[in-house]
């Protein structure tokens, strides 16, 4: 196994949840609870968030090469692709979100866990660690992104006034500059390798 690989895949996984991203969001949805009950709110979903990204990546690597016959290779140019349309979408255009608030038990899953933490692209990069790696390597890679992105949550949101919006933005489009550049990257290998290209 290529530590060096799985750490950067396990980097990509984080620059989509983008928990950065989502601190004015969770602020937002969240505003005018105590803090304590914000931190359960950030707990439960972020357990949601990393419990539906772990099933899918398990039960989606088995679908796909049963029921529809996608390889590794397929597999790597669709992600590619789909990770860089987020990266550019991302990076180019602001993406303002109307929030509907309400109690923390109606919104913790949607859409704190999902789409806010996880979207459909989570789970492909998630089944790409699954094939890639196997079962311990993606425990392991989804256990550390939830628990960096708990902790940023958690730790980062009560600075935020110091922090301010703008430079969250910016810290947000640098990582998704990194992403389109990790897309770009998964397709042309695969390309070139599926050419006989090293």
Do not use: C
């Amino acid at each position: 196994m290529n530590m060096i690989e799985l750490v950067s895949d396990a980097f990509m996984l984080f620059i989509i949840v983008n928990p950065f991203g989502n601190i004015p969001l969770f602020l937002d949805l969240t505003e005018g609870y105590s803090p304590e009950k914000r931190r359960k709110a950030i707990t439960f979903a972020v357990l949601i968030a990393g419990a539906l990204v772990y099933v899918v990546s398990l039960a989606g690597q088995r679908m796909l090469e049963q029921i529809f016959h996608i390889g590794m290779f397929e597999l790597k140019i669709m992600g590619g692709i789909v990770l860089l349309v987020l990266a550019v979408k991302n990076t180019v255009f602001n993406s303002e979100k109307k929030l509907s608030k309400g109690s923390l038990e109606n919104i913790v899953a949607v859409p704190m866990a999902f789409p806010m933490l996880v979207a459909a692209v989570s789970f492909v990069t998630g089944i790409l660690i699954m094939q890639k790696y196997g079962f311990f390597a993606l425990t392991a890679v989804i256990a550390s992104v939830f628990s960096v992105t708990w902790l940023v949550l958690v730790f980062i949101m009560p600075i935020f006034s110091r922090l301010g919006a703008s430079n969250l933005i910016i810290l947000s489009k640098i990582m998704y500059i990194v992403l389109a550049s990790k897309a770009m990257n998964l397709i042309l290998s695969s390309v070139f390798q599926a050419g006989g290209l090293k």
